[in-house]
């Protein structure tokens, strides 16, 4: 594993790269002193390049996170991806961890990488009875675990209807297509409708094509 580290006035942020092991205890050393510091900053671990961690990984995470509580100071887990997040909610880490997603309400979409997807989380209020997110780019095979991430994010609503807005998405294929019939699949087992929501273009003309446009919003 690979660490690279940023300070500033207030936060210093560290970013983990690779696979986390035993083998790592020592790389892990920076971000333990961080949270013990005289110097009182948030500390910040961003986990979206790491691509795997195993339970002794774990352990030194959870050691960090009591050695921070215990100093009184803060400390975030953000963004983790694909089989991290997954051992992380198999092991129901964010009861315990403060884990989230390095996006602010009100930003822009994220930038698409190289023909990837790009989304958009709106803000939902309270008593709202829909939870939307915004997709740009390409929804294929290759994004499917950034859109487990986003699906999973929506689950966690209690409104009525999952939308997803479409009015960016350039193109779809059959995966795409397959993600989204998870979803709504997913959706309707919680009790919830997904809607798609300003479809267009080559999107909208796979949908019709496949007998799904049903799920447009009317």
């Known amino acids: 594993m690979e660490i690279s580290v940023v300070h500033s006035a207030e936060t210093v942020r560290?970013?983990?790269?690779?696979?986390?092991?035993f083998r790592d205890k020592d790389n892990f050393t920076p971000i333990l002193d961080a949270v013990t510091d005289k110097v009182r900053r948030d500390v910040v671990v961003d986990l979206s390049q790491l691509d795997h961690v195993d339970s002794f990984g774990i352990g030194l995470l959870l050691l960090a996170h009591e050695q921070a509580t215990g100093n009184n100071r803060?400390?975030?887990?953000?963004?983790?991806?694909?089989?991290?997040?997954?051992?992380?909610?198999?092991?129901?880490?964010?009861?315990?961890?403060?884990?989230?997603?390095?996006?602010s309400p009100n930003a822009a979409p994220t930038p698409k990488?190289?023909?990837?997807?790009?989304?958009?989380?709106?803000?939902?209020?309270?008593?709202?009875d829909e939870s939307c997110v915004s997709l740009s780019g390409r929804l294929v095979f290759a994004e499917h675990e950034t859109f487990e991430e986003i699906i999973a994010t929506l689950a966690q609503s209690t409104g009525k209807?999952?939308?997803?807005?479409l009015s960016g998405l350039e193109f779809m294929?059959?995966?795409?297509?397959?993600?989204?019939?998870?979803?709504?699949?997913?959706?309707?087992?919680?009790?919830?409708?997904?809607?798609?929501?300003?479809?267009?273009?080559?999107?909208?003309?796979?949908?019709?094509?496949?007998?799904?446009?049903?799920?447009?919003?009317?």
């Open 14 to 21: 560290f970013s983990l790269h690779g696979t986390m092991s």
């Open 74 to 103: 803060s400390f975030t887990l953000l963004n983790p991806k694909g089989s991290v997040a997954r051992v992380f909610e198999l092991a129901n880490l964010d009861a315990v961890l403060n884990l989230r997603k390095d996006v």
């Open 113 to 128: 990488p190289r023909g990837g997807i790009g989304y958009h989380m709106h803000p939902s209020k309270p008593g709202d």
């Open 161 to 165: 209807r999952v939308v997803l807005e």
């Open 173 to 218: 294929d059959s995966a795409g297509l397959s993600m989204i019939m998870i979803a709504r699949e997913e959706a309707e087992a919680r009790g919830q409708s997904l809607l798609l929501r300003n479809v267009h273009g080559a999107v909208e003309q796979l949908l019709k094509l496949s007998a799904l446009d049903f799920m447009l919003e009317g």
